[in-house]
């Protein structure tokens, strides 16, 4: 099989997935329900995670626009097909590892996840992508980029960690502006304005989340929400392709 059937295949094996896990549900928890057994402040407010439709949304009219002329044998496709289906065979595995509460392995799988994704936006960039290429790609790579963070969060918490000595709501900031740092450098080195724009829709569901029970990170998210809105927005330099 060409890589046009694989990645389609692997496509829809991880739609499957994400919708038999929530429908079903898979060890009989949805997704969201096992995410809230602990609070974790830096979880955003459940509205963010529809975030995946749009993803899936994309990723699916990158699949059906890989068999419109001969697309499909581009560089685009053949550069970066085994990196997709690695991408998504471990999003496949992380809901699995989730579902059933094996949080420490499920921070590995994630990890992976997310080193799968850069390789695979890497290839891209190398590949000449229009913005139908690459927009899938940037925001799946700022989501998971954000959910690492979080997963990481929720897996300490679960373990017990103190934190040495600094309260959670201190965390919670310095992770949030570990994280707006890391978008911002990927902004300017990558010109990409669609990575932070993910990040500026978390925080802001982290802000609603947190909003009138932990004001310090509500508000540091709020600004933070705002420091990357601009980022994202403005042109850095006359290279720059807001895609």
């Known amino acids: ?3 046009k059937i694989w990645n389609t295949i692997f496509f829809l094996l991880v739609v499957i997935t994400n919708a038999l896990a929530n429908l079903i549900p898979i060890n009989g ?3 969201g329900e096992i995410s809230n057994q602990i609070n974790v402040l830096i979880t955003p407010a459940g509205y963010a995670f529809s975030i995946w439709s749009l993803i899936y949304v994309l990723i699916g009219i990158w699949i059906i626009l890989q068999f419109v002329g001969n697309r499909g044998d581009s560089a685009v496709y053949a550069n970066t097909t ?4 690695l991408s998504s065979l471990f999003n ?4 699995l590892v ?3 509460e094996l949080f420490v392995i499920s921070v590995v ?3 992976l996840y997310l080193v799968s994704l850069i390789m695979l936006y890497r290839k891209l960039d190398e590949s000449e992508p229009d913005f139908f290429d690459r927009a899938p790609f940037s925001i799946n790579l700022g989501w998971i980029s954000v959910a690492t963070i979080v997963n990481i969060a929720y897996v300490l918490k679960v373990n017990g960690w103190e934190g040495f000595g600094l309260t959670d709501e201190t965390w919670t900031v310095i992770m949030l502006v570990i994280g707006a740092i890391l978008a911002i450098v990927f902004r300017l080195k990558e010109r990409d304005f669609l990575y932070p724009l993910v990040f500026v829709w978390a925080y802001i569901a982290i802000g609603v989340k947190n ?3 932990t004001d310090l ?3 540091t998210a709020f600004i933070l929400a705002g420091i990357l809105l601009v980022a994202a927005i403005i042109p850095w330099n006359r290279r720059d392709p807001v895609h």
């Not at 085994?82 to 289906?85: L, Q, R, Y």
């Not at 496949?92 to 809901?95: A, L, N, R, V």
């Open 211 to 213: 909003y009138g029970e």
């Open 92 to 95: 496949i595995g992380w809901i």
């Open 1 to 3: 099989m060409n890589s």
């Open 29 to 31: 928890k949805t997704t």
């Open 109 to 111: 799988i994630m990890l």
């Open 217 to 219: 990170a509500a508000y």
């Open 98 to 100: 989730w579902h059933y």
């Open 82 to 85: 085994v990196w997709f289906i």
